[in-house]
Structures are given as C-alpha cells and as structure tokens.
C-alpha cells in the first residue's frame, strides 16, 4: 500500500517575502547603527573641545598664580609671566594660543585684559577675559589672581 505523504514545507513566495522583510529591518538597523556612530562623533568632538579649554583655562589659572609679574604684550600678542626662576609665554594667534611647547587649537576674540580692575591694553596684568569662537559655542574664560602688595611698591 503505497500512501502518499505531503512534506510541509515554504513556498517560493513565502521565502521571498522573508527574505526581503529581512533585508528591511537590516537596512534600517544599519541607518541607525550609522546615526548613533555620528551622533557619538558629535559627542566626542565637543568633549574634546571641552577639554582643551578646560586645560588651558587650568594652564592659565596656575601660572597666573604662580607667577609674580604678567605683561602684556600688545605688538607682539603675548602674555608673558616672570619669575625669579622662569619665564613662561603664551602668544596668541588668530586660531590657537602657544604655551612653550604646548598649543591650543582655540580661536579667541573680546580680548580684555585688567590690573587693579581697570583695563588695559599693555603692560602689567592681573586679569584676562575672553570669548572662545563658535566651535567653542562662545564660551568665556576669566583668569585673574590677586595681588600682593609687591606689585603696587614696582
């Protein structure tokens, strides 16, 4: 007795239907994989960023305090610090800053620098302040230390 049995299995169409939903949902996770991976590069760019002027900001802050006597130099756009023992420049250019070996990417404008709370424009400091560019979303920096009697006696 010979019984004929139906084997269960897809049909053509069927598979083909799979087949294309499959590459659907794959396209569109790699769309999102590639959305999140520049989304993170955003992120990462802005961290960088941030750190850098959080470095030159600290940078700034300690050899404004260190330091005994800071002048500016207008021709030369330099902010120098003198001690008895060592000399430390930043020369500022139009898209970073020069500490000695170390350079920040960062453009700055606003530029104003203090001694005793008046401006100035060159000679003896006590305070800066500027505005970082766009790329930096404009953020301001103030450094400034206080003063000892030794610097009013010069």
Excluded: C
Excluded at 34 to 43: A, D, E, F, K, P
Excluded at 114 to 124: A, C, E, L, P, Q
Aim: proline letters at 1%; a negative charge; aromatic letters at 12%.
């Amino acid at each position: 007795m010979i019984t004929k049995h139906k084997i269960q299995a897809f049909t053509l169409s069927e598979m083909i239907v799979v087949i294309i939903l499959t590459s659907i949902v794959v396209g569109m996770a790699f769309s999102v994989l590639t959305l999140v991976q520049r989304h993170m590069s955003g992120i990462q760019n802005n961290f960088n960023k941030n750190t850098e002027l959080n470095i030159l900001e600290q940078s700034l802050w300690l050899d404004f305090n260190r330091y005994s006597e800071i002048e500016y130099n207008m021709i030369n756009d330099e902010l120098i610090f003198t001690s008895d023992v060592k000399t430390t420049t930043y020369k500022f250019a139009t898209d970073y800053i020069v500490k000695e070996l170390d350079t920040f990417n960062i453009s700055t404008h606003n530029k104003l620098l203090f001694f005793d709370g008046d401006k100035t424009t060159n000679g003896r400091v006590d305070a800066i302040k500027f505005e970082t560019s766009k790329t930096f979303q404009n953020q301001p920096v103030f450094v400034f230390k206080q003063n000892d009697a030794n610097q009013f006696m010069n």
